[in-house]
């Protein structure tokens, strides 16, 4: 276990800079959300939840595939896209590193999306664990722990004061510790009291917040029941279908593809979409969802069932972003307290 000093902090993001892009949680007009670093910049390591969680690194909200262009009545086609430069982010937490676990599910399976395997394997993930859980927290529901970053995570990190702890825990991880040996010192057994004790204080922090332990065991069982559930017109009557709680979610993935461009040349580009439209997946014959209940039951069989049986794990990490940012006040919990019979 290594640390590094917070006055030396700067020095190591300055170093980190030198070697790979360094993306940190940073402060502008009072929104702090991860972004490319350079010196100057205004960086807030305290915020818990960054306003817009960290996916847009690896999956960004809209990326060009290729452009294409006609020459001399050929069709000819360039590739492009995806993220060659090697980066590091640094204090992302444990809910929003273990969200790129999920992504993984879905981008790395076959046919594997080329540009996202590129952007995580060219990533560097130094994961902070969290002083401070909120009250919109509900990680521990699904298995992350706040006090112990694991899942996604390059580097575990905790902020014990006067120092951040530093522990690798992948290949990634140990060679950048190599690169930071002049920056990051040996811990002592103080710092190791500390640790324990500031864990400590998490979780009883953790136990004290009133979603800590939502039942997920109940909705999951019988699926043709919860689809056939009448709670949905009753959850889905006051959502405007704005998409924000897609845009917000960390492990929300749904994409458009489209073609842009004039007769001879152009480009095919992939942007961020929302399940919660009425234009989503519209295909010849129309939309197949085509009331704003049957689009919210999607999002949330999606996330708490289908995804589920399909890949082990729900596609959700108890963020709470959804929590915070749904103008109508709906979101995950409710409906997991629903389906529960709350
Ligand atoms: S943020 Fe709220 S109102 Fe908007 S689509 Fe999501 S659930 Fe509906
Ligand atoms: S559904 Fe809500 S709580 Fe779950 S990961 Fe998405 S934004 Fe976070």
């Known amino acids: 276990m290594k640390q590094v000093y917070k006055r030396d902090l700067e020095r190591l993001w300055q170093t980190i800079s030198e070697h790979f892009e360094l993306y940190l949680p940073l402060e502008q007009d009072g929104k702090v959300n991860f972004m490319p670093w350079k010196q100057g910049e205004n960086v807030n390591i ?3 939840k960054t306003d817009l969680s960290p996916k847009n690194i690896i999956f960004p909200p809209t990326e060009t595939y290729l452009k294409f262009r006609t020459v001399n009545k ?4 360039e590739s492009v896209g995806g993220k ?23 981008f790395l399976q076959e046919p594997i999306d080329r540009f996202y395997e590129e952007r995580r394997t060219n990533g560097i993930i130094i994961s902070l664990a969290c002083s401070e859980p909120e009250e919109t927290c509900f990680c521990s529901s699904f298995g ?19 120092s951040i702890l530093w522990q690798p825990k992948s290949e990634k991880g ?40 939502l039942d997920l065991e109940i909705i999951s069982n019988n699926m043709k029941e919860m689809f056939e559930s009448k709670v949905w017109e009753e959850l889905s009557k006051s959502c ?17 593809i489209q073609d842009f461009g004039a007769e001879r040349n152009g480009e095919r580009f992939r942007c961020w979409d929302s399940c919660m439209y009425s234009d989503f997946t519209r295909m010849a ?11 919210f039951r999607q999002r949330f069989m999606h996330k708490l069932v289908y995804f589920l049986n399909n890949n082990g794990v729900y596609a959700c990490v108890g963020c709470g972003r959804c929590v915070e940012k749904c103008p109508v006040n709906m979101n995950i919990v409710k409906v997991i307290k629903k389906l529960g019979g709350d």
């Not at 050929?74 to 086609?77: H, K, M, S």
């Not at 405007?240 to 458009?256: I, R």
């Open 46 to 48: 305290d915020r818990l």
């Open 74 to 77: 050929r069709l000819c086609f």
């Open 84 to 106: 060659n430069d090697k980066y590091v982010v640094f204090g992302m937490r444990p809910c929003d590193a273990a969200s790129y676990s999920i992504l993984d599910k879905v």
């Open 144 to 162: 992350i722990a706040a006090d112990n970053p694991v899942l996604g995570t390059d580097i575990a990190a905790w902020d014990i004061g006067e």
């Open 174 to 213: 140990k060679k950048l510790t190599g690169i930071l040996d002049n920056i990051l010192q040996d811990t002592s057994e103080h710092e190791i009291i500390a640790l324990e004790r500031l864990q400590q204080s998490i979780r009883e922090k953790l136990a004290q917040l009133p979603w800590v332990d």
């Open 240 to 256: 405007l279908g704005c998409g924000v709680c897609t845009f917000v979610c960390p492990t929300c993935h749904c994409f458009d």
């Open 285 to 295: 014959h129309g939309n197949p969802r085509k009331t704003q209940t049957e689009r």
